[in-house]
């Protein structure tokens, strides 16, 4: 019974659960809260798969034999099919991972070796570095933009600017994009993209969606956000905002920009109650599983394999 509830709350967590939640508006108020529990939907997703792997082999040596049958043999393969399929799960989840972050590091450094190489110094001088361990780099572009790009260990992350945003910024929206990336870099939000992009390539064509890696992107940059609202105003980071959306292409994007922009002049932000009620979801879709679920399967398993 147990593999039968946890492949249920394996599929509805990888299905309509991040289907919701990525459509609900709350989350925006709360988006370092939201990040959390869209981590933890993933990490009970993971596990109720894993545990049904574990689980099922066990439930169908109970369905087609005699309990003085289940030993020997029987036991051995049931055991062997278990660790052979959560094995799987978790070896192609891991794959993912380290090939992601292995091909994803030699991009960034090629692409800090060529943004320092056609960066100008000119530009670098005048509008100076970033805090200890970040420095700035602008690039000639007529569209104005800003990005990050994370650092190794022993070496210096990159914020950039266009030469366009420059242009188009005043001095304290400047500003404000310069504290959103460096807010970036600081909590190392890459490494939250990673995992959530990992995921979703580890998943099965079939089951695949885009919506849990495309909703936390989203909060991670109102997150960023909201670390430049809090240095230099709604004010500067909307306008910053707005800057950028009148000069981009239509598209996800851009829509995303807007829907940023608005939220910070609507001064969107939740109270204490939603984001602590938001960290409790997160807990309790990893404890409550374990609890009603898992120690009891384990409890009633273990035995069967000689374990008391």
Do not use: K
């Amino acid at each position: 019974m147990a593999s039968v509830w946890l492949t249920g709350l394996a599929l509805v967590l990888a299905g309509p659960v991040p289907a919701l939640l990525a459509r609900a508006r709350w989350p925006r108020a709360v988006p370092r809260a939201a990040i959390v529990l869209w981590q933890a939907v993933a990490v009970a997703a993971v596990l109720a798969a894993v545990g049904s792997a574990l689980a099922a082999p066990e439930a169908l040596l109970r369905v087609l034999t005699h309990p003085q049958e289940r030993t020997g043999l029987p036991l051995v393969i049931a055991v062997g099919v278990a660790a052979v399929l959560a094995g799987l799960i978790v070896a192609r989840l891991l794959g993912v991972l380290v090939l992601l972050a292995v091909r994803t590091r030699m991009r960034r450094t090629r692409h800090r070796d060529m943004v320092d190489l056609i960066a100008r110094a000119e530009e670098n001088d005048a509008v100076g570095s970033l805090r200890a361990g970040t420095v700035l780099r602008v690039l000639d572009g007529a569209v104005p933009f800003a990005y990050c790009v994370p650092g190794r260990v022993g070496r210096e992350g990159r914020v950039v600017v266009t030469g366009a945003a420059l242009d188009a910024l005043h001095a304290e929206e400047l500003s404000a994009v310069i504290s959103h990336e460096q807010a970036h870099l600081d909590a190392r939000h890459d490494l939250v993209r990673e995992g959530f992009t990992a995921l979703h390539q580890a998943f099965p064509v079939v089951a695949r969606s885009r919506e849990a890696r495309d909703a936390v992107a989203l909060l991670l940059e109102m997150l960023a956000d909201d670390a430049g609202r809090r240095r230099h105003g709604d004010d500067a980071m909307a306008g910053a905002l707005d800057a950028f959306a009148s000069r981009a292409r239509a598209g996800s994007e851009h829509d995303d920009v807007l829907l940023r922009r608005d939220r910070i002049r609507a001064h969107v932000q939740g109270g204490r109650a939603l984001s602590v009620g938001t960290y409790l979801a997160a807990v309790a879709l990893v404890v409550v599983p374990t609890v009603t679920i898992v120690i009891p399967w384990l409890v009633d398993a273990l035995p069967t394999v000689g374990v008391h």
